[in-house]
């Protein structure tokens, strides 16, 4: 690989400024930790007060090391890092970590000691990692450049990493390397980014996609400066069928000050990370026993592996708790085929259970060729993914060679849960069984991994939706009123129903065509809000009531706001349909253009019920929406009632989301209520916003 | 303690009838136990087979054995129990415990067999638990007679017990009890329930509520057969200020198979087992590990604790992931005050954080001094219930000294969490800290523990709401139109708003008199579907709108359902309110009466946002009912828009549930919709419902 971050991972050699012979201070640890694991490359301590730290012969200053330099390490203070980096790269050193903090999150000065920084790099082309950072280690070469003791203290490592770590803090970065390196995962980088002032957490992604030595990154996130390289690296790690574990800071919205549009209030941050999370096949951690854990199942990843659980137990209770909880993870247990049925019922007594659970009984565990008969049925039957054995103790110790044996013997993946303490552990992890202490956590690891291999599968090959390019005449100058907002979508293929008139006489003319009754509303690029503003007449029911009208919401519209440009009304028809939805595309500041959909109306924002995706999607994309959300049942002929035009509403949501991909001038395109029909009748755009980035209105 | 279950859970002598000399069979195993242990009453081993077992002498048979015997385990074949109960009775033993499974859970047979058992119980007034159980241990007293061999595996327990296990399967038992010794819980009893022929789950609850050995129970309950003494032991517990800690199997609702009114499609089995959790201060657990984790914080109940917890850590991004996590877990993290936030930034850097969470920073743990102090200011300070401190393995080593110090010295709960491999963890718990390994796990037990804490103080003293003797005048006779349900719940203070009217003139007369618009409902007790029937006219504006609606409803409803009778329309005047309820009180078959609060309409059904009390509530329960809804929001002024009349709902909410009280022939009573009006206006009831036990309908 010829990444450019190649030097600062992995380093050909070292040289460390600010070397101490003390491996309790920053100078010393990393010396200590190359000497100590045997690091191949060339390690050069500088400092002045040194001849020799750690065995190794000191340098007085960097100038004066004789070989080329890979990496430069800076143990020094954040006044002196600069001067450091322009020595370090005259002096033909290709990349630094800078560990010192006082610089942005330390107030003016340190913002001004940044910059500086940035300008540098940015000038000498140099690679600097940090500032404000803990460092790195790559434990297939023992290249340690973190001030970290964990390495010291957590248990050695001895076969190749295949994980890294990723973190924006470096205090996550040793605590889950230290409860991960107990559950013996192999590590390959350990990459603290600190304040990532020339680097970001998505160029380091990016790095680790590529690396051949990692398959399995767990991330810490706080927040990410460059969205679009972030989606880019994951969409290379779903490529080469790598997985990132990530742990988001920030559980509940912060939600944004100034909300402008419905839409904006619904995307909130956190959810658009979710969103991005589940169509990048990011699986979402949300402690560290459990990132340690979803890693260690991933380790497993060869193996096949999906949704659809065997739960093979010999208590029906035990069997019964386990169920529930996979089954309100999201995982299935399939009732399993009548033949896989006989082949239990060969062996387990009358008061067990074939079905699924299956409850072998405590008896069965002194039948050992049963239990083999039994899981390598289990083990090739087509209608489950995945087997879970969840046998507490000694009564996993009497079944272990028999698990064993047929974990070794079929791709599948077993797990094993033992709440007890048995003896087998390893030797189950030993032919690849992964094996648990608990129900609560094997199952928060479980259902992510399952449902992440399913959507591995699923996705295996396709490519993200491509952008419908956009025809010449879309172009729309913004702001603009609704009339206009419904032509520009129609551009996208949302067709508009409504008729845009001048005057009375046109209103009626327009009414009469349509078929009454109708609705009027006022048009008007510095009104959007028209109900608030008196500009809305609904179920018109002749002409007569449709002139009276049109001069009441004028009337009315002047009033409310005096120096409103008003444009005349939209005349529509009033329809029934079987649901109203709100359809917007926003710019997540993050992500970029990102779709909301959820049902029309205020209890929408109280139960949260909304599904969001980066932009673009596709047809299939928008119903996975759409069934996402919680009153998708209503969508879908709830009780008795009919169902609605799914795909005219998927029809509808794609083109919202290209109208804001092809209309940059946009920040915000809002469909609300999109009327949704009875199946094969449509949708009708019932009220239809475009706000062009940062405006501010007349609107009171 | 004299409950009458004390022969059984605290014998002082036991016969083992089917003794064996092979400790791995279940005739051996208690011997093993019990002389392993050292249980100091008497032991009477029953097989002609022997001549001495495990040391002891054995008998022929339960006649000869010269003394009286408080306890017979019975490890003989299902066919041969009832015989051997009734030589057991004629010998003067006080109770049995049958292991032998072939009962009531086998088939016919063993049903016969089962009533059989109960049958002698019964008229014998001998005491037997079980069948199909996996017996008893009285660990203060090594009163062993399960067949267990967990008790042999499991680390030894020098202290009392004060922990006590309640389940109703023998396998969920021995693991439960396997995963909280490893954590060295003290443990009273062991107690599997298995069939519950004669002695169920309640009743054991009721003798640990009044045992003095046991202070917190973990229960496992699959299903309850008696939930009025369950209700009524759980009050013991709340009065005596222990906890049960519970896990009931089935976390999704099996659904009525015929549901009659919205109310009980609402109040699913699951909903009300959480409901009466909550209720009875019972905390839920999901699974054994944290059970445990509860039970261990649960021996610290006598420190003071709440929900508002103070976090100290030394790392910024630990702090916030644990602050998002205590968060979302319902609890609180109050800013704290100034004056203790001066006592902080004493010894943290600037870039510290002395909020909360506070970050002490990686320096401070070289500062005991300071940690002493910072930790003393928030084991005093009033803002706070409860002091959690993150910091891993070394680091959280070098605080330990002044953590174990100010946690001997004040009352308040402590809790460290230490993702590392901190020495200290055992000196921690010594000085009542409580220790747990991860982030997640911590806060699975501390939150629900915490808010339990708050629940305990508040209830403190407090009373269940008494229900308000019904007036004679109260009497209905059912089934009943819907006139008559208004008018019986107008008896119990929920006023009726609506008029009855027997032909087109009065209903003109009425409208009349209430103001326009009104609407106009049929009245038959056989239609409980009015609107399906076409019996409802709305929005009507005037007298002739209500003569022609008159004729059209009558005639509708007749078409509808010939056979139906009917009796007249109700007149109700067109009203806006702020928002619709469905108000229900229902006949739960385990807990009986029980109250259902929900948002009206379809998508309280999608969202499950109803809340749950067994009845009876007061007003002040009734608002927290309301208050726990998604959408309560909404009845509380949201988005500019006018409050709700909380009190009147609340005042209707203990109406329906008072009128169902004393309505014993009721099976259902519900409101839907309950119109709230805005505050200060009351309510309105749109529909009512009363459902006699066991009505079918002529409505097709």
């Known amino acids: 690989m010829t990444h450019r971050l190649e030097p600062l991972l992995n380093p050909a050699s070292i040289a460390l400024i600010g070397a101490s012979d003390n491996a309790g201070r ?3 640890l990393p ?3 190359l000497t100590r694991f045997g690091y191949a490359g060339h390690v050069y301590p500088v400092n002045p007060k040194y001849q020799e730290v750690f065995g190794l012969r000191c340098w007085p200053d960097i100038e004066s090391v004789p070989q080329s330099v890979d990496l430069a390490v800076l143990a020094i203070g954040a006044g002196e890092v600069t001067p450091m980096l322009r020595r370090c790269h005259a002096h033909g050193v290709r990349a630094a970590i800078v560990y010192a903090a006082g610089f942005a999150e330390a107030g003016e000065e340190g913002t001004r000691l940044q910059r500086e920084l940035e300008e540098f790099s940015a000038a000498s082309g140099m ?4 500032p404000n950072c803990m460092g790195f280690a790559n434990l297939n070469t023992q290249a340690h450049t973190a001030f ?4 010291k203290t957590a248990p050695m490592q001895q076969e190749p990493g295949i994980v890294s770590l990723l973190t924006q803090s470096g205090n996550v970065c040793a605590a889950v390397y230290a409860l991960a390196r107990r559950q013996g995962l192999p590590f390959s980088q350990f990459i603290n980014t600190g304040n990532e002032a020339c680097i970001d957490f998505s160029e380091y992604l990016e790095y680790l996609a590529r690396d051949e030595h990692t398959e399995i990154v767990l991330g810490y996130i706080e927040q990410l400066r460059d969205g679009g390289r972030f989606v880019q690296a994951c969409r290379e790690l779903q490529r080469r069928g790598k997985l990132l574990i990530a742990l988001k800071a920030g559980a509940t919205d912060k939600g944004a000050q100034a909300v402008r549009s419905h839409t904006s209030a619904l995307a909130g941050d956190r959810r658009v990370y979710g969103a991005a999370f589940r169509q990048l096949d990011v699986i979402e951690a949300h402690d560290f026993a459990q990132m340690a854990q979803l890693a260690y199942l991933a380790t497993l990843r060869h193996r096949s592996a999906g949704r659809r659980v065997a739960v093979l137990t010999m208590s029906g209770a035990l069997g019964a708790i386990l169920a529930d909880r996979c089954i309100v993870a999201g995982l299935e247990l399939p009732e399993l085929p009548a033949e896989l049925q006989q082949v239990l019922r060969g062996g387990i007594p009358d008061y067990g259970m074939v079905g699924n659970p299956v409850d072998v009984t405590g008896n069965v565990v002194n039948d050992p060729g049963f239990v083999r008969a039994a899981l390598g049925a289990l083990a090739t039957s087509e209608a489950v993914d995945a087997v879970v054995v969840y046998a507490p103790g000694y009564m996993l110790d009497r079944m272990a060679d028999a698990l064993a044996e047929v974990a070794r013997a079929h791709p599948r993946l077993f797990a094993a849960i033992d709440t007890g303490a048995a003896q087998c552990r390893q030797a189950l992890r030993d032919a690849g069984v992964a094996v648990f202490d608990d129900i609560g956590l094997a199952v928060s690891a479980l259902a992510p991994f399952l449902l992440w291999c399913d959507a591995r599968r699923q996705r295996n090959g396709k490519e993200p939706a491509a952008l419908v390019e956009a025809d010449a005449q879309a172009a729309i100058a913004l702001p603009c009123h609704e009339a206009a907002a419904r032509a520009h979508l129609q551009h996208f293929g949302l067709a508009d129903t409504s008729r845009h008139a001048r005057d009375a006489d046109q209103a009626v003319a327009q009414a009469d065509a349509l078929g ?10 510095d009104l959007p809000h028209k109900t608030e503003a008196g500009g809305v007449a609904l179920q018109l029911g002749d002409a ?9 919401v004028v009337a009315a519209a002047a009033r409310h706001a005096p120096r409103a440009r008003l444009d005349g009304v939209l005349v529509q028809r009033m329809e029934r349909g079987v649901a109203e939805l709100i359809v917007g595309a926003t710019r997540d500041p993050v992500f970029g253009p990102v779709l909301t959909v959820g049902l029309g109306g205020v209890l929408t924002e109280l139960y949260q019920d ?7 999607i596709d047809a299939a994309e928008a119903e996975a929406m759409l069934r996402e959300l919680k009153v998708f049942p209503l969508l879908d002929g709830y009780r008795g009632k009919p169902k609605a035009d799914l795909a005219a509403a998927c029809r509808a949501m794609v083109a919202v989301g290209q109208a804001l991909l092809a209309t940059p001038q946009a920040a915000e395109i809002e469909v609300n209520p999109l009327l949704v029909k009875e199946a094969g009748q449509g949708v009708a755009v019932l009220d239809a916003l475009i706000l062009p980035i940062s405006q501010s209105f007349i609107d009171p």
Chains 1, 2 share one sequence.
């Open 127 to 130: 690679l600097v990692a940090g």
């Open 516 to 525: 009454y009754p109708v609705a009027l509303k006022i048009v008007s690029a």
């Open 544 to 552: 007569d009531a449709v002139r009276n009208a049109y001069d009441r």
């Open 610 to 616: 909304t599904a969001h995706r980066l932009l673009p």
């Open 31 to 33: 010396l200590d930790l």
């Open 26 to 28: 920053i100078g010393g």
């Open 148 to 151: 970290a003791s964990v390495f």
